[in-house]
């Protein structure tokens, strides 16, 4: 992939955090043990749906594959970010840039995409139930899983090759990591092929998000008469809704800001904002579905009983 980079730009140096020694040794070991959480809890959740044949149900694989995403999006951020906070100087290569940003907000995408698909498994299983093992089959659930990563990571990867096709005039990162589109404001040259696309990409997963509330005002009007389907929509899409307000109102933060946010904006709170989705979901996401959803709860249970058989 040809990179032309004014003033031979061959590493970006990004905004590192402003404190002493003594309290970046406070945030990495935070941090560490945040990473920690995120790897035991996710593992924990995606081995008790593999492990436990009453759990091979459609929702509780597409459980497992938002997990699977936080560790994928995790994996993108956490292992540069802890060696910034015992570095002086907080600089990434070329490539490294272009990688993280990838790994991140492909990330995002496939979060909103698989929360989509969760949404759409739930309007069957609650509006069709009769009908609910004849369409989500196993080849369907398939290509929906399919569909909730290739399509993120397709869309990102068409961003990072615009963008580093980009000739650049600067290398300072006003961030804790990388973004695309913190790459493509350095550039000299014209970004109007890569503002549509993005606004495309952007414009795609907000219908995403207008989808599920779609979905989920369907399912609250269509058990407004019966009690028992009330209570039945509430406890398997609290979960659900929970981790879509999160993920769309920081990704959402994060996007505009990045576009047109003001620099007098207090830096220590725009940090914590813009790593809000990056902490925040892949802990939250199992936390919520495993301790909500009883089956999940019951089963993970059952595993640590019958231990030497799992």
């Known amino acids: ?172 990162i006003e961030k804790l990591y990388c973004e695309n589109w913190a790459i493509v404001k350095l550039s000299c040259s014209s970004t109007a092929t890569y503002n549509v696309f993005a606004y495309m990409v952007i414009f795609t997963y907000m219908g995403h998000a207008v989808f599920i509330i779609f979905t989920y005002t369907k399912l609250f009007n269509s058990s407004i008469k019966c009690i028992e389907d009330r209570r039945k929509v509430i406890h398997t899409c609290t979960p659900h809704l929970v981790s879509l307000i999160n993920v769309t109102v920081a990704f959402l933060f994060d996007t505009m800001y990045s576009r047109y946010g003001s620099r007098d904006f207090p830096q220590g709170l725009r940090h914590f904002l813009a790593l809000e989705f990056l902490v925040v979901p892949p802990l939250l996401n199992p936390l919520i579905y495993g301790l909500k959803l009883t089956k999940v709860r019951n089963e993970f249970l059952q595993c640590i009983k019958n231990n030497v058989n799992c």
Not at 4 to 19: C, E, M, W
Not at 44 to 72: D, G, Q, W
Not at 117 to 137: F, G, K, Q, S, W
């Open 1 to 172: 992939m040809p990179i032309d980079v004014t003033y031979n730009t061959s590493v970006f140096i990004l905004s590192g955090i402003s404190a002493t020694w003594e309290n970046r040794y406070i945030f990495f070991c935070i941090s560490f043990l945040c990473y920690l959480l995120i790897i035991s809890v996710n593992l924990t959740l995606i081995f008790t749906v593999l492990l436990r044949k009453a759990l091979h149900e459609p929702m509780y694989i597409f459980l497992c594959s938002l997990c699977a995403n936080c560790l994928y999006g995790s994996t993108g951020f956490y292992p540069k970010f802890l060696s910034d906070l015992l570095s002086e100087l907080h600089v990434i290569s070329y490539a490294g840039c272009i990688i993280q940003a990838f790994f991140i907000y492909s990330s995002v995408l496939c979060d909103v995409s698989i929360l989509t698909v969760m949404a759409y498994d739930r309007l069957v299983a609650i509006c069709r139930p009769l009908e609910y093992h004849a369409v989500m089959t196993k080849r369907t659930v398939t290509k929906l899983i399919a569909f909730s990563w290739i399509a993120p990571l397709s869309s990102m990867g068409f961003l990072v090759v615009f963008s580093s096709a980009l000739t650049l005039c600067g290398s300072k």
